[in-house]
């Protein structure tokens, strides 16, 4: 499978590693060079540097043939604008965007794409770890 | 129960607000004023301004007192030094930290402290949405 991460930062170097691992085509964007020094040095795919919400850019990473996206850039409308242009544009069968703002996540949630808060997990498991205490 | 919790972010006063709803006694804690505009209107807890890993401050919290803390600023080391200092000092008897960073993380996981990354989590999750997804 063809796979495209927007933002090579935690999360998004991790995920690019991981996904080679599990025998997929991985190529990663950023919009700074040096954000690929957080790949694994064993990571073989592609690195394309430039802004993700520009679809050349995307057409570079390979979008049109891409059988999956994830936008995990820090930015939340960063994420957001590049998931739609993914989905409604290039038809990218599985779209996943990382949404740090539970309001805005729960907006685009309702809009097809799929996404992930971490606000929101970090918040539930806390408050599940402290809930089971017995004091 | 009562809870302190260290950092009014978007978790921190999330969980604020949970916690009081599900029948605890909460305080929170920001060197930020403004942050304790995060909270929902509703909330009853106290609001106490000043630097978590200051134990003079986490006193002030009532730390002396509590069953739980968690520690959700957004400083990977603020938070492992805050919660190092509720169990170590306060012996408090549920500490939950926050830790971004996948290798803190595994480093003071071993050291009693329950941690949480959303790193880590955020991307098993999109792993795991990516892996299902048949091309």
Chains 1, 2 share one sequence.
């Not at 995920?15 to 990663?28: I, P, Y």
């Not at 994420?79 to 989905?87: D, E, F, G, L, W």
Request: some cysteine.
């Amino acid at each position: 499978m063809k796979v495209v991460i927007l933002g090579c930062g935690r999360v998004g170097a991790t995920l690019a590693t991981q996904l080679e691992q599990a025998g997929h085509t991985v190529t990663v964007i950023d919009n700074n060079t040096e954000a690929f020094q957080r790949l694994s040095s064993e990571f073989q795919g592609e690195r394309i540097t430039g802004n993700g919400v520009d679809e050349s850019v995307l057409r570079r990473a390979g979008i049109e043939n891409a059988d999956a996206f994830a936008a995990v850039t820090n930015g939340d409308n960063r994420n957001i604008m590049a998931s739609q242009i993914a989905k409604e544009i290039f038809h990218v069968q599985k779209v996943v965007c990382r949404i740090y703002d539970p309001i805005r996540e729960s907006t685009y949630k309702g809009l097809g794409i799929e996404t992930i808060c971490p606000t929101v997990i970090g918040t539930n498991l806390i408050f599940q770890a402290i809930s089971e205490t017995r004091p």
